[in-house]
């Protein structure tokens, strides 16, 4: 299995890998609207393919932390990370969100946000993101809004609410 940046050619596999893993069409059509976003950035959209089948698919996009100041700090936001049913349990998932953070790293930026689920994210080194002066802007569970730094430092003197990249925020109108 590799893990690659997406291509243009992979738009209706990676719909459809969010389509049956999460049994919806909210989180495919969310790639989809989010790709059209400023928020977007091709190198952070990520997929896992063997023998020329895309098996998973990770996407980090362009938020902000907004401090009381309204003073803008960049971050990144992870989600969706969606593997096909007949190949989740195999560890696609986490090589996914691996890949994906070295190159968040790489490229320069300083934290990811993701909410998820409290026992699986804390393996990365994501931690609670209160701990961090950190708030969700909507409704959640305060164990399952985590945030890491991806370099040393990265969240110093940081805080503040998160602010999505917009089409997040059509899809939390829906829920």
């Known amino acids: 299995m590799k893990i690659r ?33 400023e928020g977007y950035f091709p ?23 907004i401090d009381a100041k309204e003073e803008k700090s960049a971050t990144l936001t992870l989600a969706p990370v ?7 349990g195999k560890g696609i998932g986490k090589q996914l969100i691996l890949a994906g ?3 968040a790293k790489e490229s320069g930026e300083h934290s990811v946000h993701v909410l998820g689920h409290p026992s699986y994210y804390p ?6 993101a209160s701990s961090h002066g950190i708030q969700c802007p909507f409704p959640a569970p305060e164990e399952a809004f985590m945030v ?12 503040g609410k998160v602010q999505y990249a917009a089409p997040f925020n059509s899809m939390e109108s829906r829920s």
């Open 5 to 37: 940046q997406e291509a243009d050619t992979d738009q209706l596999a990676i719909y459809q890998i969010h389509l049956n893993a999460f049994g919806q069409k909210e989180e495919a059509e969310l790639v989809d609207a989010l790709r059209l976003s």
């Open 123 to 128: 393996q990365f080194g994501f931690e609670t």
């Open 82 to 88: 969606g593997v096909h049913p007949e190949h989740q």
């Open 101 to 103: 953070l070295v190159k």
């Open 148 to 159: 890491m730094e991806l370099n040393p430092g990265g969240l110093d003197g940081i805080s």
């Open 43 to 65: 190198e952070l959209s990520l997929v896992a393919e063997e023998d020329g089948i895309l098996l998973g698919h990770i996407l980090f996009t362009r938020s902000w932390i």
